[in-house]
């Protein structure tokens, strides 16, 4: 499932976000969005998927398989487009378990009931997510990290084509971090188009294969992480002085308070 921008330009009130953004997404690949706080990551987020929309223009548009995101019918771009919002409005008084179930929905053929199909993706997105445990306990009763990791796990038994992940990592200990960063890129690796907002550096090198860096002036720069994650580039991006170390093939930055050499 290609998702593709052409001429995608964003604006907040008052501020340029994004300027004339041509991207293409491709199965198989997983792409990191950097950059500081206010430059448009959500935003962007939103607009590929369907929940901001672009500055009007007669080359402007975000399409899925070729076709624009109004033009999908809402369950069938559900089975192939999900979001994980940075916020999620409202609250949820069922169990984990019921609450993952709702990733389902989108998939569902009978109003009498669940299929077995939905009850066995349900369990798999709650035992992959180290949920388990908590499967019984209501969704309101759990701390941040733990609801972090239900929010995905709904988001694993929507199953999509294509994932939209807005700082999938918020509250995750360093254990669910790396864990969840493995299980996208596994994902990826079985051909699922993976987009997330990241704020480790480190991260996006180690599992990412592109990046998408938005500077505050509104222009962007993509590319694969080789290409993309240099130092000058971080540094523009950072409004900040990095210094790196290579560790095999791996380039690591860090920040730091002198002036870089």
């Known amino acids: 499932m290609i998702l593709q921008t052409r001429n995608l330009t964003l604006q907040h009130p008052g501020k340029l976000l994004c ?52 033009q999908w019918p809402r369950r069938e771009l559900a089975r192939n487009l999900g979001i994980l919002l940075q916020d999620e409005p409202g609250e949820f008084w069922g169990t984990v378990y019921d609450y993952v179930l709702l990733g389902r929905h989108p998939h569902a053929t ?10 066995e993706m349900t369990s798999r997105a709650i035992e992959q997510m180290e949920l388990g445990d908590l499967a019984d306990r209501l969704l309101v009763t759990l701390s941040g990290g733990e609801r972090q990791r239900a929010r995905i ?70 590319g694969s992480t080789d290409e993309v994650l240099k130092r000058d580039n971080l540094e523009a991006l950072y409004h900040c002085n990095l210094g790196e170390f290579i560790a095999g093939r791996q380039h690591h930055f860090f920040p730091q308070t002198v002036p870089s050499v």
């Open 153 to 222: 796990a709904l988001l694993l038994a929507q199953s999509p084509g294509c994932y939209l992940l807005d700082e999938p990592l918020q509250h995750l200990d360093l254990r669910h971090q790396l864990g969840t960063m493995i299980l996208f890129s596994e994902l990826a690796k079985r051909g699922n188009s993976i987009i997330m907002v990241l704020h480790d550096i480190g991260w996006a090198a180690r599992f990412c294969d592109h990046a998408l860096l938005l500077f505050d002036d509104g222009h962007a720069m993509s």
């Open 110 to 119: 009978s109003m009498l009931g669940w299929e077995a199909d939905d009850l």
């Open 19 to 70: 300027r004339n953004l041509s991207l293409t997404i491709n199965p198989g690949e997983c792409w990191a969005v950097l950059g500081r706080n206010g430059c448009g990551k959500t935003t962007l987020i939103h607009a590929l998927g369907g929940l901001h929309p672009a500055k009007a223009g007669q080359d402007s548009s975000v399409t899925i398989a070729g076709m624009a995101l109004g």
